[in-house]
């Protein structure tokens, strides 16, 4: 395995160590406190989520409603009646779609974010996405209260001569990720936020997957370049922590465009630090 590492260091210029790797080894930001935020594994390290066979066609029919029935900016607990012996609920909800910088600001809610309008570059806002986390969380449910409501969709279903049956959820006034995506011409770069809160947010990958990763350095401020050996696809990650010390939001940079090449990534990722 090749590894290779290069450091420069200069009054006013940027810190990078480069590492290229078959992805077997990880690198992690913290935030002021020293706690680890955003760290990296390898996809086996970490737990997977498999849907049982037998809940295959359960889960399709609830998927397939999902995508039917409930438009942008909805959301609903879904319940099926076919191939659901246990009655269970699945919550489903979709993201709020706007097409304007100062609407995606407004429905954000968070001026100290600074989601800009442009990037730097000549890059303008083009679309953006909004999830809201929703009123209601079905883990925390009991097992009595998740029956009863299974129970009422069952009969609300039945009334209406379908096999399934969504009750509609509202929406707290809390994001928990926001995705704007800037375009110049053909190219486009997005910058998602995820609303990390008080805990930790963790990327992995399959070991097999070429890549190199950077450790960024600027006035202060530590960020993860990713590159992709297969692909034009680049994204740069750094964290920002809540002025108001409730918690803290990743930042993300993504761009899959050839024209755009890392320099020009890492200049938009300085001019947001500003």
Do not use: C
Not at 16 to 41: I, P, R, T
Not at 100 to 114: R, S
Not at 123 to 129: A, D, E, L, P
Not at 170 to 188: C, H, I, L, M, R
């Amino acid at each position: 395995m090749k590894h290779k590492v290069k450091l420069l260091v200069a009054a006013g210029m940027l810190v990078a160590v480069s590492s290229a790797f078959g992805a077997s080894h990880w690198l992690s930001l913290k935030d002021s406190k020293g706690n680890v935020v955003y760290e990296e594994k390898a996809m086996h390290e970490t737990p997977s989520m498999v849907t049982p066979a037998s809940d295959l066609n359960w889960m399709g029919r609830v998927n397939a409603i999902w995508d039917n029935e409930l438009k942008a900016g909805e959301a609903g607990i879904i319940y099926v009646e076919a191939d659901n012996p246990e009655q269970k609920l699945e919550l489903r909800f979709n993201p709020f779609e706007l097409n304007d910088a100062a609407a995606f600001q407004e429905k954000l809610g968070h001026p100290e974010l600074n989601i800009p309008a442009s990037l730097e570059g000549g890059y303008s806002f083009k679309r953006g996405t909004i999830h809201f986390g929703p009123a209601i969380d079905l883990q925390v449910l009991s097992q009595e209260e998740k029956h009863n409501m299974a129970q009422e969709l069952r009969e609300q279903a039945e009334q209406s001569g379908k096999d399934y049956a969504i009750k509609p959820v509202e929406f707290t006034d809390e994001f928990w990720n926001a995705k704007s995506v800037y375009a110049k011409g053909e190219e486009e770069v997005s910058l998602l936020v995820l609303n990390l809160g008080d805990g930790k947010n963790t990327a992995s990958w399959e070991e097999t997957i070429q890549m190199t990763k950077t450790q960024l350095q600027e006035n202060g401020k530590d960020a993860i370049l990713t590159q992709y050996a297969d692909s034009a696809r680049m994204e740069l990650v750094w964290i920002v922590e809540d002025p108001y010390k409730r918690g803290n939001y990743q930042f993300s940079l993504e761009s899959n465009s050839d024209d755009i090449d890392a320099e020009e990534l890492k200049l938009i990722w300085k001019a947001l630090l500003q």
